[in-house]
Protein backbone atom coordinates (compact mmCIF):
# COMPACT_ATOMS: atom_id res chain seq x y z
CA UNK A 1 0.00 0.00 0.00
CA UNK A 2 0.99 3.78 -0.80
CA UNK A 3 0.40 6.64 1.33
CA UNK A 4 0.80 10.11 -0.40
CA UNK A 5 1.70 13.42 1.12
CA UNK A 6 0.30 16.44 0.21
CA UNK A 7 1.33 19.67 2.08
CA UNK A 8 -1.29 22.10 1.14
CA UNK A 9 0.01 25.16 2.21
CA UNK A 10 3.42 24.29 0.43
CA UNK A 11 6.59 23.85 1.83
CA UNK A 12 7.41 26.83 4.32
CA UNK A 13 3.68 27.64 4.05
CA UNK A 14 3.84 30.01 0.99
CA UNK A 15 0.35 29.81 0.61
CA UNK A 16 -2.64 31.54 1.95
CA UNK A 17 -6.17 29.37 2.42
CA UNK A 18 -7.52 31.76 -0.27
CA UNK A 19 -4.83 31.12 -2.68
CA UNK A 20 -4.38 27.36 -2.57
CA UNK A 21 -5.27 25.78 -5.73
CA UNK A 22 -7.88 23.09 -4.02
CA UNK A 23 -8.90 21.85 -7.60
CA UNK A 24 -5.51 20.56 -8.34
CA UNK A 25 -4.75 19.26 -5.07
CA UNK A 26 -7.68 16.63 -5.18
CA UNK A 27 -7.54 16.36 -8.64
CA UNK A 28 -3.44 15.19 -8.24
CA UNK A 29 -4.18 12.95 -5.48
CA UNK A 30 -6.87 11.24 -7.88
CA UNK A 31 -4.42 10.83 -10.54
CA UNK A 32 -1.77 9.17 -8.79
CA UNK A 33 -4.59 6.39 -7.37
CA UNK A 34 -5.42 7.70 -4.16
CA UNK A 35 -9.03 6.51 -2.26
CA UNK A 36 -9.28 7.86 1.28
CA UNK A 37 -8.50 11.25 2.03
CA UNK A 38 -7.27 12.08 5.76
CA UNK A 39 -7.00 16.12 5.86
CA UNK A 40 -5.24 17.26 9.36
CA UNK A 41 -6.02 20.89 10.01
CA UNK A 42 -5.09 23.45 12.64
CA UNK A 43 -8.39 25.37 13.75
CA UNK A 44 -10.01 27.35 16.55
CA UNK A 45 -11.89 26.14 19.38
CA UNK A 46 -15.96 27.40 19.84
CA UNK A 47 -16.64 25.53 22.83
CA UNK A 48 -14.60 25.54 26.53
CA UNK A 49 -14.76 21.81 26.13
CA UNK A 50 -12.81 21.24 23.49
CA UNK A 51 -9.16 23.06 24.69
CA UNK A 52 -6.29 23.64 23.19
CA UNK A 53 -4.11 20.44 21.90
CA UNK A 54 -7.71 18.50 21.93
CA UNK A 55 -8.27 16.38 18.05
CA UNK A 56 -11.81 16.87 16.62
CA UNK A 57 -12.96 14.28 14.34
CA UNK A 58 -15.17 16.10 12.63
CA UNK A 59 -18.37 15.30 10.77
CA UNK A 60 -20.22 18.73 9.91
CA UNK A 61 -19.32 21.91 7.95
CA UNK A 62 -20.49 25.06 7.13
CA UNK A 63 -18.75 26.78 4.09
CA UNK A 64 -18.33 30.78 4.62
CA UNK A 65 -15.79 30.92 2.38
CA UNK A 66 -16.53 33.59 -0.97
CA UNK A 67 -13.20 33.56 -2.98
CA UNK A 68 -12.40 30.20 -4.50
CA UNK A 69 -13.22 28.01 -7.07
CA UNK A 70 -15.27 25.11 -5.72
CA UNK A 71 -16.55 23.18 -7.95
CA UNK A 72 -14.97 20.85 -10.76
CA UNK A 73 -17.95 21.17 -12.57
CA UNK A 74 -19.58 24.38 -14.63
CA UNK A 75 -20.40 25.60 -17.60
CA UNK A 76 -20.21 22.75 -20.38
CA UNK A 77 -20.43 19.85 -17.56
CA UNK A 78 -23.09 21.31 -14.63
CA UNK A 79 -23.39 18.33 -11.87
CA UNK A 80 -24.63 18.25 -8.05
CA UNK A 81 -23.51 16.06 -5.29
CA UNK A 82 -25.03 15.32 -1.96
CA UNK A 83 -23.16 17.18 1.05
CA UNK A 84 -25.41 16.05 3.33
CA UNK A 85 -23.00 13.68 5.36
CA UNK A 86 -19.41 15.51 4.00
CA UNK A 87 -17.29 13.01 5.88
CA UNK A 88 -16.53 9.06 5.37
CA UNK A 89 -18.01 7.46 8.08
CA UNK A 90 -15.79 4.69 6.99
CA UNK A 91 -12.40 6.67 7.81
CA UNK A 92 -13.89 8.45 11.02
CA UNK A 93 -14.56 5.21 12.55
CA UNK A 94 -11.33 4.26 11.62
CA UNK A 95 -9.50 7.88 13.04
CA UNK A 96 -11.27 7.26 16.51
CA UNK A 97 -10.56 3.92 17.15
CA UNK A 98 -6.70 4.61 16.45
CA UNK A 99 -6.87 8.22 18.32
CA UNK A 100 -8.53 6.59 21.42
CA UNK A 101 -5.91 3.51 21.27
CA UNK A 102 -3.52 5.54 20.96
CA UNK A 103 -5.20 8.12 24.05
CA UNK A 104 -4.95 10.47 22.41
CA UNK A 105 -7.15 13.51 24.01
CA UNK A 106 -10.25 13.15 21.08
CA UNK A 107 -13.69 14.08 20.46
CA UNK A 108 -15.69 12.73 17.92
CA UNK A 109 -18.39 14.79 15.89
CA UNK A 110 -18.79 18.62 15.60
CA UNK A 111 -19.18 21.26 12.85
CA UNK A 112 -16.34 22.79 11.45
CA UNK A 113 -17.01 26.55 10.58
CA UNK A 114 -15.00 27.37 7.32
CA UNK A 115 -14.18 30.97 6.86
CA UNK A 116 -12.32 32.73 4.67
CA UNK A 117 -9.28 34.52 6.24
CA UNK A 118 -6.76 35.35 6.17
CA UNK A 119 -7.43 37.29 9.18
CA UNK A 120 -8.86 35.65 12.48
CA UNK A 121 -12.38 36.70 13.56
CA UNK A 122 -13.91 39.69 15.43
CA UNK A 123 -15.01 38.74 18.21
CA UNK A 124 -18.84 39.12 17.13
CA UNK A 125 -18.09 36.80 14.37
CA UNK A 126 -16.88 34.11 17.05
CA UNK A 127 -19.94 34.80 18.88
CA UNK A 128 -21.94 34.34 16.21
CA UNK A 129 -20.13 31.23 15.04
CA UNK A 130 -20.42 29.88 19.11
CA UNK A 131 -24.30 30.67 18.97
CA UNK A 132 -24.63 27.97 15.27
CA UNK A 133 -23.19 25.41 17.47
CA UNK A 134 -20.20 25.25 16.11
CA UNK A 135 -17.23 23.49 17.56
CA UNK A 136 -14.43 24.83 15.72
CA UNK A 137 -12.87 27.43 12.85
CA UNK A 138 -10.36 27.33 10.48
CA UNK A 139 -9.63 28.65 7.26
CA UNK A 140 -8.99 25.31 4.67
CA UNK A 141 -11.17 22.00 4.59
CA UNK A 142 -13.72 24.12 1.99
CA UNK A 143 -13.97 23.66 -0.51
CA UNK A 144 -11.74 20.78 0.09
CA UNK A 145 -14.12 18.56 1.19
CA UNK A 146 -16.69 19.35 -1.94
CA UNK A 147 -14.06 18.48 -3.99
CA UNK A 148 -13.09 15.61 -2.71
CA UNK A 149 -16.60 14.38 -2.46
CA UNK A 150 -17.01 15.22 -6.17
CA UNK A 151 -13.57 13.43 -7.23
CA UNK A 152 -15.47 10.63 -5.35
CA UNK A 153 -13.01 10.39 -2.62
CA UNK A 154 -13.15 8.95 0.75
CA UNK A 155 -12.83 11.90 3.15
CA UNK A 156 -12.66 13.04 6.43
CA UNK A 157 -10.57 15.70 8.76
CA UNK A 158 -9.14 15.38 12.29
CA UNK A 159 -9.23 19.28 13.38
CA UNK A 160 -6.34 19.89 15.30
CA UNK A 161 -6.93 22.48 18.34
CA UNK A 162 -4.19 25.24 18.80
CA UNK A 163 -6.67 28.43 20.39
CA UNK A 164 -9.52 29.72 21.99
CA UNK A 165 -10.13 31.98 18.64
CA UNK A 166 -11.14 35.07 20.54
CA UNK A 167 -14.28 34.37 22.02
CA UNK A 168 -12.80 33.55 25.45
CA UNK A 169 -12.31 35.76 27.82
CA UNK A 170 -8.96 34.14 28.95
CA UNK A 171 -7.92 34.11 25.31
CA UNK A 172 -9.39 37.53 23.75
CA UNK A 173 -6.77 37.81 20.37
CA UNK A 174 -5.02 34.61 18.56
CA UNK A 175 -1.86 35.44 17.39
CA UNK A 176 0.28 33.29 14.99
CA UNK A 177 2.94 32.25 17.61
CA UNK A 178 0.53 30.98 19.91
CA UNK A 179 -0.64 28.65 17.06
CA UNK A 180 2.43 27.40 15.67
CA UNK A 181 3.22 27.06 19.27
CA UNK A 182 0.40 24.12 20.09
CA UNK A 183 0.87 23.20 16.29
CA UNK A 184 3.86 22.04 16.68
CA UNK A 185 3.03 20.03 20.26
CA UNK A 186 0.17 18.42 17.84
CA UNK A 187 2.69 17.29 15.20
CA UNK A 188 3.86 14.09 16.64
CA UNK A 189 0.36 12.85 18.04
CA UNK A 190 -0.61 13.20 14.15
CA UNK A 191 2.19 11.81 12.78
CA UNK A 192 1.39 8.71 15.54
CA UNK A 193 -2.24 9.05 14.84
CA UNK A 194 -1.47 8.94 11.11
CA UNK A 195 0.95 5.56 11.24
CA UNK A 196 -1.00 4.04 13.17
CA UNK A 197 -4.37 4.34 11.54
CA UNK A 198 -3.31 3.74 7.28
CA UNK A 199 -1.97 0.40 7.41
CA UNK A 200 -5.78 -0.39 8.13
CA UNK A 201 -7.05 1.60 5.34
CA UNK A 202 -5.17 -0.36 2.03
CA UNK A 203 -6.92 -3.45 3.17
CA UNK A 204 -9.49 -4.59 0.38
CA UNK A 205 -12.96 -3.48 0.64
CA UNK A 206 -16.53 -3.13 -0.52
CA UNK A 207 -17.82 0.25 -1.86
CA UNK A 208 -18.19 2.55 0.75
CA UNK A 209 -20.93 2.49 2.77
CA UNK A 210 -21.16 6.35 3.11
CA UNK A 211 -21.46 6.20 -0.85
CA UNK A 212 -18.33 8.54 -1.19
CA UNK A 213 -17.33 5.91 -3.99
CA UNK A 214 -20.42 6.73 -6.23
CA UNK A 215 -21.36 10.31 -5.42
CA UNK A 216 -21.53 10.88 -8.96
CA UNK A 217 -23.48 8.46 -10.37
CA UNK A 218 -26.63 10.67 -10.56
CA UNK A 219 -25.04 13.85 -10.42
CA UNK A 220 -24.42 15.05 -13.30
CA UNK A 221 -27.66 16.71 -15.08
CA UNK A 222 -26.28 18.25 -18.61
CA UNK A 223 -27.37 16.42 -21.15
CA UNK A 224 -24.65 14.13 -22.76
CA UNK A 225 -24.87 15.70 -26.49
CA UNK A 226 -24.76 19.24 -24.46
CA UNK A 227 -21.34 18.21 -22.47
CA UNK A 228 -18.34 20.63 -23.46
CA UNK A 229 -15.87 18.03 -24.83
CA UNK A 230 -12.98 20.08 -23.44
CA UNK A 231 -14.31 20.15 -19.83
CA UNK A 232 -15.09 16.70 -20.30
CA UNK A 233 -11.38 16.04 -21.10
CA UNK A 234 -10.02 18.10 -18.07
CA UNK A 235 -12.56 16.18 -15.95
CA UNK A 236 -11.05 12.32 -17.05
CA UNK A 237 -9.68 11.37 -13.64
CA UNK A 238 -11.91 13.14 -11.69
CA UNK A 239 -15.52 12.35 -13.41
CA UNK A 240 -14.26 9.94 -16.18
CA UNK A 241 -16.22 6.68 -14.18
CA UNK A 242 -19.20 8.82 -15.49
CA UNK A 243 -18.44 10.80 -18.61
Request: glycine share 6%; with cysteine.
Amino acid sequence: MRCVFLPRHGRGHPLSPTHLNYRANIDALKRLGVTDVLSLSAVGSLKAELPPGHFVIVDQFIDRSFAREKSFFGEGIVAHVSMAHPVCTRLGDALEASARKLALPVTRGGTYLVMEGPQFSTKAESELYRSWGCSVIGMTNMPEAKLAREAELCYATVAMVTDYDCWHPDHDHVTVDAVVKVLLENADKARDLVRAVVPGLGAPRPLCTSGCDRALDNAVITATHMRDPDLAAKLDAVAGRVL
